[in-house]
């Protein structure tokens, strides 16, 4: 079982797309995969097609406060083409369990101790792709400490590369404080235009740059329609459009992260 963490410190840089996507590809080899979703905004949840306005609805929420039992949390299957795909959706009211975990003692840690506690369901799993909001909460702190692997997801911007170092260095020192090897192993760049010079400089300046350069996927994601369409129809662009420039990237991506060990 792997551990997979995706995360930035800027918003909107296609990160619950790319984790979507790739969860599509590797159920549809016959992984058995897990997403949580732990951003409030839920856009991993809302991919899926999961409707968080049901009564009686449980999240990562209640993981997080009340020791729920897996299988009451659990939402199996809900891309009916992807049998091997489960989802432990994300809740609106995140933002007030973060509050209540900032007092408590070992607040990071809190993730890693339920997957160990419940490690008869986990370990059924290839592969858990956690998705984060853009921040160093103590809620994807829980993510982070939890993760064999981090990726990080930037657009072409200086502000998402800026954040990239910034995440670096607050990890950095929060990895020191709990005692915790380095376990970022990726930067992908994604909302790559190749009629844009911007893209190509930016991706030259990342190559150069000594805190991403070692971690950079050859593999970039390119802006492409049928992404986003898939978005909106609930399916990965593996079930939405394989002839599309999108689900290509995508498959060299996996690729990429199973020559470097990450899958």
Request: hydrophobic share 40%; glycine share 4%.
């Given at each position: 079982m792997?551990?997979?963490?995706f ?9 619950s ?17 897990l997403?949580?979703?732990?951003d409030p ?17 449980k999240?990562?929420?209640?993981i ?11 939402i ?36 890693i ?8 369901h ?8 956690i ?8 809620i ?14 930037s657009d ?5 590369v800026?954040?990239s ?33 911007l ?9 150069r740059?000594d ?26 662009i ?24 990450i899958?």
């Open positions: 792997k551990i997979i963490s995360s930035t410190l800027k918003g909107g840089v296609g990160k797309s790319s984790l979507f996507n790739i969860a599509g590809l590797l159920a549809e080899e016959g992984k058995k995969i997403v949580i979703d732990i905004q839920g856009n991993s949840t809302n991919n899926f097609g999961i409707d968080r306005t049901v009564d009686n609805f999240s990562i929420k209640n997080l406060e009340d020791d729920i039992e897996f299988e009451n949390v659990v199996k299957s809900p891309v009916k083409e992807l049998q091997s795909l489960d989802v432990i959706p994300s809740s609106i009211f995140l933002t007030a369990t973060e509050l209540k975990l900032v007092s408590l003692a070992g607040r990071e840690n809190i993730l101790n339920y997957i160990e506690d419940n490690l008869k986990f370990n059924t799993y290839d592969y858990i792709l998705d984060t909001n853009p921040s160093m909460s103590i994807n702190q829980n993510a982070f400490v939890a993760a064999t692997d981090i990726i990080l997801v072409i911007s200086m502000n998402s800026e954040g170092e910034l995440f670096l260095a607050l990890w950095k020192d929060i990895r020191k404080r709990l005692k915790i090897e380095n376990n970022i192993k990726g930067f992908l760049i994604n909302m790559y235009d190749k009629r844009m010079n893209s190509s400089q930016f991706r030259d300046y990342c190559k740059n805190e991403v350069k070692d971690i950079l996927f050859d593999t970039v994601i390119p802006m492409n329609v049928k992404l986003k369409e898939a978005e909106l129809e609930a399916k990965p593996n079930i939405y459009c394989r002839s599309s420039a999108g689900y290509k990237s995508y498959v060299e991506l996996v690729n990429e992260m199973k020559e470097r060990g899958l």
